[in-house]
């Protein structure tokens, strides 16, 4: 099944979000361990998912989402600045993630490229 694998987006995500703040903010070595720790889970689920979805909705969609994520954590937990074009700029990128996801569910992409043999 072709969808089988996209609720692994939701922890990669997480973990997206989580090493890219933890790549600002870690100081010492527990923190900096952690944070290799989420990139390496994101890249993991990532790369697992793209073994039988499409491979260029799979990281659009995470790095979509993981940029989206990361900046809404951002003005919501850490004080970054907020503003109309912030709020325009992050719809606009999540209507184009929710579009491509959407696009390639449709059954428009080849089983060749939802099951990643390497072959171009």
């Not at 997480?14 to 600002?24: F, T």
């Not at 989420?38 to 990281?59: D, E, H, K, N, Q």
């Not at 325009?88 to 929710?98: N, R």
Request: aromatic share 10%.
């Amino acid at each position: 099944m072709l969808t089988s694998k996209w609720w692994l987006m939701l922890p990669a995500t997480l973990c997206e979000i989580g090493w890219a703040l933890g790549a600002k903010y870690a100081q010492g070595p527990v923190e900096w361990l952690a944070t290799l720790v989420l990139v390496t889970l994101s890249l993991g689920l990532a790369t697992w998912m793209a073994r039988t979805l499409p491979t260029t909705t799979v990281y659009t969609v995470f790095v979509g989402l993981g940029a989206m994520g990361t900046v809404l954590v951002d003005i919501a937990f850490l004080g970054a600045p907020f503003n109309a074009l912030t709020l325009i700029l992050i719809a606009t990128l999540l209507a184009g993630v929710i579009g491509l996801k959407l696009y390639s569910s449709s059954g428009s992409s080849s089983d060749e490229e939802a099951t990643c043999t390497g072959s171009h």
